[in-house]
């Protein structure tokens, strides 16, 4: 079983930059494909960006394309993205999860997900 907790969430103003921590507790997700997703309140989680396990191949959703970017530690084991230049419609809570799969932007072909950190973007 893999546990994945994130951290790094915060409040920020819009133009500000904040960083996402995803690491998993116990079990190594070191040749797992990952992908960073996010819900807002009252709408669906969407996919935001994903990793393959080598960190060669990489996603992202045209909502953040340029301005956020996933990447792998050196020991492929912890998961970052770095946001920057937020907006206000950038809150949401935001989710790592972990496949075993090839990298994909499709949720429900991910099998780990961690709890979520919230990221809250004012104007």
Known sequence: ???LVESGGGSVQAGGSL????????RTVGTYAMGWFRQAPGKEREFVASINWGGGVTYYADSVKGRFTI????AKNTVYLQMNSLKPEDTAVYSCAATERPV????????????????????
């Not at 960083?19 to 116990?26: I, K, Q």
């Not at 994909?104 to 104007?123: K, N, P």
């Open 1 to 3: 079983q893999v546990q």
């Open 104 to 123: 994909s932007r499709r949720s429900e072909l991910y099998d780990y997900w961690g709890q979520g950190t919230q990221v809250t973007v004012s104007s």
């Open 71 to 74: 990447s792998r530690g050196n």
């Open 19 to 26: 960083r996402l921590s995803c690491a998993p507790s116990g």
